[in-house]
């Protein structure tokens, strides 16, 4: 799945963190409630404008984000 149908950063919604299309729902914050034990379906049910390709479409690009960031060990001084 391509993230990039649903999710979208609007320098104006959130101050342009990354939101699911059509809502002020960050992936932060969708990803934060699946870290926090919660279910698909708990969280359909408490933001019922919220797929389940949009939650999936949050992991994928938290995925993404994470796989793209490059990490340079420090040399000791």
Known sequence: MQSGERIILDPKVLTG????RG???????V??????GWSE??????????TTTDIRACLA???AI???EKVYPLEPA
């Open 17 to 20: 963190k990354p939101v699911v």
């Open 23 to 29: 809502t002020r729902m960050s992936v932060e914050f």
């Open 31 to 36: 990803v934060n409630l699946l870290a926090n």
């Open 41 to 50: 379906q708990q969280i359909q049910d408490s933001y019922p404008n919220l």
């Open 61 to 63: 690009y938290a995925t």
């Open 66 to 68: 994470l796989q793209a």
